[in-house]
């Protein structure tokens, strides 16, 4: 698998794997990835095998931290350590371009999730009451980041 910085091309197997991924929330559709091709404070990487899309994670810059906004691997890859080396790279995009912090938010009950969040240093801050579709929890989770640049 080789990371590429997200482009068009790539938006429709994404949200095939934003579905599989997020079928008991609110997947993203592919309207609501485009902007995200432009936008100055987005930042997504695509693992992909030749043209076939993996894996995807982004996150938006905000000051000087890194909100991750997105992270799946497509279903046939998963429990493989797809997921270990995205949430790896984009971790290390991150420091690379000087961001202090990272966060993000998770269903309280996908402990696969929180279980590799924790395993690069996330730690729970907090909750948000009914964040999935106004019904499901989510946790607010952090990640101190060090200097790589």
């Known amino acids: 698998m080789t990371f590429v910085p997200l482009?068009?091309?790539?938006?429709?197997?994404?949200?095939?794997?934003?579905?599989?991924?997020?079928e008991h929330e609110s997947p993203w559709t592919k309207n609501m990835f485009i902007p995200e091709l432009s936008h100055p404070y987005a930042h997504y990487i695509i693992g992909v095998s030749?043209?076939?899309?993996?894996?995807?994670?982004?996150?938006?810059?905000?000051?000087d931290e890194a909100h991750i906004t997105n992270i799946a691997v497509k279903n046939t890859y998963r429990g493989k350590g797809f997921g270990?080396?995205?949430?790896?790279?984009l971790i290390y995009d991150a420091q690379i371009v000087g961001l202090k912090r990272m966060t993000l938010e998770v269903r309280v009950d996908n402990y696969p999730a929180i279980k590799l969040y924790e395993s690069y240093g996330f730690v729970t801050a907090g909750v948000?009451?009914?964040?999935?579709?106004?019904?499901?929890?989510?946790?607010?989770m952090w990640k101190e980041l060090e200097d790589n640049k």
């Not at 270990?84 to 790279?89: E, N």
Request: glycine share 6%; no cysteine.
């Open 128 to 140: 948000r009451k009914k964040y999935y579709d106004g019904k499901y929890d989510a946790l607010i």
């Open 84 to 89: 270990k080396l995205t949430l790896s790279r």
């Open 7 to 22: 482009a068009y091309e790539h938006l429709d197997q994404m949200v095939e794997i934003e579905k599989e991924a997020f």
């Open 50 to 63: 030749g043209d076939e899309v993996i894996s995807y994670a982004g996150y938006h810059t905000v000051v």
